[in-house]
Every structure is written in C-alpha cells, then in structure tokens.
C-alpha cells in the first residue's frame, strides 16, 4: 500500500491523485506508477475556453493520452501579458494579431507532465495550420477544433527552455520551482 500523505507533490496534485484512486475508470495510483518525467505548458485559447463543450472534450482527450495535470486554471491576459508571453515573435508579422486575441478572453493554463511531454503534447495539438492539420493530423485538436492561423485554439511549449520560461511567465517562479521538483520527485 502506498501513503499518499507522504508523498511529495503540490497540492492540486494530490488531488488528482486521490480521484485517482476513488475513480472506478483509472487505475488506482496511475501517477506513482508512471512517473512523469517532463513538463510542458499547454495552453488552451481563447476560441477553445469560450465553448464549454469543446473545452471538456480537449481537457478529456488531454487525460486519455495519458498526460497528468498538475495545474489547470482559467485567466484573462491583458495586452501587455500577451506581449511579454509572445515577446520573442514582436516584430512578426502575426504579433498583432495574436495579440490581440490571446486578451480577447480568458484561456486555460494548464501544466502536464508525462514522458516526453513536449513532444507528446505538440502531437496532439497537430500542425499550427488549421487547414493542414485537418488533412494530415483529423484526429488532433487543431485538426478537430481549430478556424484560422490565429485562433488554432492550443498553444505548446516546444523546448525544455521553453517551458521554463513560459511556466514562470504564467505561474510564476515559485510555482515553477515546485512543479520541477514534483516531476523530479516523481521520476526517482
């Protein structure tokens, strides 16, 4: 038997945890068992968060692929939040327009962690052209949900460095140092 309430980790995820054990359709435990060993952001737009059905179904189809979430959080980004989070793009053509959608709304913060959480989730997410993504990749998100360019309803991280950055931006230094330490934890 395991102690649950020795184990290091945030609290959100304890709570994960402990559904996890009552929950008949997941395996008791499945966190410990399978460690998560990398962390990515996904974040879930504006175009996505304002459709509370579409939303559920992309944060079902997060658990299927067998991401853990370790934080998940519904926030509005004002048009200075949206420049220093896409800051490495000012000067490209779609800043603006990014911009300017990314703080038309709330979105979804979320982190997950499971092995090779970047790639994995960049995956799902399937190509950033919403019209490429329907022939090659039906089945991802953009493929299912995504309208334009701009509003492809997901964001990913796409390096290590990346997430850091993007987490601390989001969350916040602390947050990212307790997350780190959770999947380091985890992965021993």
């Known amino acids: 038997s395991h102690d649950i309430e020795n184990m290091v980790m945030v609290p959100c995820c304890r709570r994960a945890l402990i559904r996890a054990c009552v929950s008949?359709?997941?395996r008791c435990l499945s966190s410990v068992q399978n460690p998560p060993s990398e962390l990515t952001l996904a974040l879930l737009k504006p175009d996505?968060?304002?459709q509370p059905e579409r939303l559920a179904a992309v944060k079902t189809m997060i658990r299927a692929h067998g991401f853990d979430v370790l934080r998940d959080e519904t926030m509005s980004w004002s048009i200075a939040d949206t420049s220093r989070f896409y800051?490495?793009?000012q000067g490209k053509f779609f800043f603006g327009r990014v911009v300017e959608f990314m703080s038309s709304g709330p979105?979804?913060?979320?982190?997950?962690?499971s092995p090779d959480a970047i790639s994995r989730w960049r995956q799902l997410l399937g190509p950033t052209k919403c019209?490429?993504?329907?022939w090659s990749a039906p089945t991802s998100i953009?493929?299912?949900?995504?309208v334009s360019d701009t509003r492809n309803c997901v964001h990913g991280s796409?390096?290590?460095e990346a997430v850091e950055r993007e987490i601390a931006a989001v969350f916040g230094?602390?947050?990212l140092a307790l997350l780190q330490a959770h999947a380091d934890v985890t992965k021993s």
Do not use: I, W
Not at 107 to 113: E, G, K, Q, R, S
């Open 131 to 134: 019209y490429k993504a329907r």
């Open 48 to 50: 996505l968060t304002a």
């Open 142 to 146: 953009r493929g299912l949900y995504g």
């Open 107 to 113: 979105l979804t913060a979320m982190v997950l962690a």
């Open 158 to 160: 796409d390096s290590p």
């Open 87 to 89: 800051a490495e793009h």
């Open 24 to 26: 008949p359709r997941r």
């Open 173 to 175: 230094d602390s947050e």
